[in-house]
């Protein structure tokens, strides 16, 4: 089984810095996609940056564009480097990777258990 673990997170002012991270344990053959992904009370999930792993392919959101990056640590580790941030970035965030398990599965979806930012103004 795969697990995802998040770290980082928590309560910064406006225009201050937090940098999250993400890391798969078990037993993975390939990761083609490694995310991270948004959501506030009352607002729907956004997805905010992620990494397509073939090409090393990375988008943004336009709401983080500039101020948010992406990269791969390593082969199963995924960061977010938040900078300028501000109120309206406040919301947990996930990381989610596509995985397959083996050369034949099909990929699958595993979430992390999520982290608190938080932005005052």
């Known amino acids: 089984q795969v697990q995802l673990v998040q770290s980082g997170g928590g309560l910064v002012q406006a225009g201050g810095s937090l940098r999250l991270s993400c890391a798969a344990s078990?037993?993975?053959?390939?990761?083609?996609?490694m995310g991270w992904y948004r959501q506030a009370p009352g607002n729907q999930r956004e997805l905010v940056a992620a990494?397509?792993?073939?090409?090393?392919?990375r988008g943004y959101a336009d709401s983080v564009k500039g101020r948010f990056t992406i990269s791969r640590d390593n082969a199963r580790t995924v960061s977010l480097q938040m900078n300028s941030l501000n109120p309206e970035d406040t919301a947990v965030y996930h990381c989610?990777?596509?995985?397959?398990?083996?050369?034949?599965?099909?990929?699958?979806?595993?979430w992390g258990q999520g982290t608190q930012v938080t932005v005052s103004s």
């Open positions: 989610k990777f596509r995985v397959k398990t083996t050369l034949g599965a099909l990929p699958v979806d595993y």
């Open positions: 078990g037993s993975i053959f390939s990761i083609s996609d």
């Open positions: 990494i397509f792993t073939s090409g090393d392919s």
